[in-house]
């Protein structure tokens, strides 16, 4: 049995940081991986045609450019470059309109006010906010909670930016944030498809912060991508750790965590291999397997048990990658072509459709979060040609469909069904769609839990990111930290606070902690002497 200072189970974005933080630090770090690669979610393949790069999962990274985690690691120095699309963001509607968010303030507020005079001024407002306590704001929430040095930060900005109005601001639902600060439809569609990308309903608290946050990033470092796919961007990771001397072992599914006296002391594989560890394990797993599976009920309070079993995941996803032999044919071209684009008939009837994902009703008409890749970084398809991706929420135990007789079992007809249902939304929107496709390829929720195990159902937040499963009610109340019940082993994915996006938050937030307890182990061991 070997033993090293700190064991990482998995190598996701978070474990990959920890891992690169603990190396850092002069630890040697052994990385145990389920699947033949690293990245979790964070993955590129070329399964659906060998010239085109697809993303497997994730692909925009605006909080990874924001994590102050992932920029101090210089990842431009182990292969890392950063591209981005014409503009960050769109949302063609049926009328041929189009709202854009571009990554120059001065023009997203240009057309916004085109649109509707007042609406641009509106516009330099927030982000003229923004400026003010927004890095304060990001740091506060990638920070450990409670975030006192940030937090205080942040605090001591607020009167700058209007004190309890703004703090009002951001408890307010997206829905209404965009209703009370703009006229026409094109602050809304950005600002509400952004609050899109968690799972908090578009009427609910917590939706408001999510969607001017993404909107100001949108703003402030774009929606970049790795050149090459989102593959590269784990990759660099990989290599800064190798560099340090770090270990990675593939196809090595932790199954248990051993447990001696409260005190994690070491893991087993699925194929019988023990390894020890001397300070820390970082576990970058969901916390249902994390609780759930690789420790024993024996070894957990029960407190922490029992409030395991209220713990919500996040909605299911299906995600449909395309081969396009050309552009998407836009049935109006857009003013400068997105990355990023979302799909809802309006601010309306993307409420619709969150409303019904939390029914547990299948929606007719999918809001659609989507991206053009060859648009972004021209890199992933030849010349001309587009590798395009969109996924969607579903219900993780669908009662009905309001679109059809689907029932939720996602298996390959269902998948290649609601697949079609999503085709037809952007065929909607650019007739002839259809005819451009070369290869199609759907990952329903199977298949996603397949490929990372942390993909439970086809979540992909590690857990709701609604209000009562956030800040110190993550991943259960009273916990909102990285420390376990079992000392040494410290929860290190999107499961524990901030949760998820590729911001690396969680696993460093994991291995500071665990630093911090070795010192502090080493010198009460030193005064006991
Ligand atoms: C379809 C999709 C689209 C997304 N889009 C974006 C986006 O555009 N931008 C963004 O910022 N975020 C996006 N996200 C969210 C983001 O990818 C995740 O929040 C992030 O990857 C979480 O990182 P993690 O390290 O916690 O877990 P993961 O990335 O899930 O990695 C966990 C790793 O642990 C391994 N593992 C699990 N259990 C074990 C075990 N028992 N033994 C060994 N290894 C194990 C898994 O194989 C995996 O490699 C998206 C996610 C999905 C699924």
């Not at 389920?34 to 070329?46: H, I, L, N």
């Not at 109005?165 to 639902?173: A, E, G, R, S």
């Not at 890199?379 to 219900?395: D, F, K, M, Q």
């Amino acid at each position: 049995m070997t033993t090293h200072d700190a064991i990482v189970i998995g190598a996701g974005p978070n474990g990959l940081v920890a891992a690169n933080h603990l190396a850092d630090k002069g630890w040697s770090v052994l990385v145990l991986e389920a699947q033949t690669e690293v990245g979790g979610a964070v993955k590129s393949d070329r399964e659906l045609h060998p010239d085109f790069v697809q993303d497997t999962f994730s692909a925009f990274y605006p909080l990874a450019e924001a994590s102050t985690t992932i920029r101090s690691f210089g990842l431009e120095d182990h292969g890392l470059t950063w591209v981005h699309a014409p503009a960050v963001l769109g949302h063609p509607t049926p009328d041929g309109s189009w709202a854009i968010l571009h990554r120059d303030r001065e023009i997203t507020a240009r057309l916004f006010d085109a649109a509707h005079p007042g609406d641009g001024a509106a516009w330099l407002e927030l982000c003229g906010l923004w400026d003010r306590i927004g890095d304060q704001m990001v740091r506060a929430l990638l920070s450990p909670f409670p975030p006192v040095k940030n937090g205080l930060g942040a605090l001591s900005k607020l009167r700058s930016v209007g004190g309890l109005d703004f703090v009002k601001m951001m408890l307010t639902p997206a829905n209404e944030i965009v209703s009370s600060r703009f006229g026409g439809p094109g602050p809304g569609l950005i600002i509400a498809g952004n609050a899109g990308h968690a799972d908090i309903p578009l009427n609910a608290p917590g939706s408001g912060l999510m969607g001017v946050l993404m909107s100001m990033l949108g703003q402030t470092v774009g929606f970049p991508v790795p050149q090459g796919g989102a593959g590269e961007l784990a990759h660099s990771l990989r290599r800064r750790f190798e560099s340090l001397g770090g270990e990675i072992r593939y196809s090595a599914e932790v199954t248990r965590i051993d447990v001696d006296n409260r005190r994690a002391t070491g893991v087993r594989t699925a194929d019988g291999e023990r390894f020890a560890a001397r300070h820390a394990i970082v576990a970058d797993v969901v916390a249902p397997h994390l609780y759930g599976r690789m420790l024993s009920p024996d070894d957990l309070p029960v407190r922490t048990t029992s409030a395991m079993r209220k713990f919500d995941l996040d909605p299911s996803t299906v995600k449909v990658d395309w081969a396009l032999s050309g552009p998407v044919p836009w049935a109006s071209q857009p003013a400068y072509a997105p990355g990023t684009f979302h799909v809802a008939d309006s601010v309306e009837q993307m409420t619709e459709a969150h409303g019904q994902v939390s029914a547990r009703i299948i929606p007719a008409k999918p809001f659609m979060l989507a991206g053009q890749m060859t648009t972004s970084d021209p890199t992933r398809s030849p010349s001309g040609t587009e590798s395009l991706w969109a996924y969607t929420h579903v219900p993780q135990h669908a009662v009905s469909d309001a679109g059809g007789d689907l029932t939720g079992t996602w298996d390959h007809d269902e998948n290649e069904r609601f697949a079609d249902r999503m085709q037809a939304r952007i065929e909607q929107l650019a007739p002839g769609f259809g005819s451009t496709i070369i290869e199609r390829r759907v990952i329903g929720p199977r298949e996603m839990e397949q490929r990372d195990a942390n993909l439970i159902g086809g979540a992909i937040n590690g857990g709701t990111s609604q209000l009562h499963q956030e800040l110190i009610f993550r991943p259960v109340p009273g916990m909102g930290r990285s420390e376990t019940p079992v000392h040494g082993l410290y929860l290190g994915s999107a499961s524990a606070h901030p949760g998820g996006g590729v911001h690396g938050a969680p696993g460093m937030n994991a291995a500071r902690a665990a630093i911090t307890h070795a010192r502090v182990r080493k010198i009460t061991r030193g005064l006991l002497r």
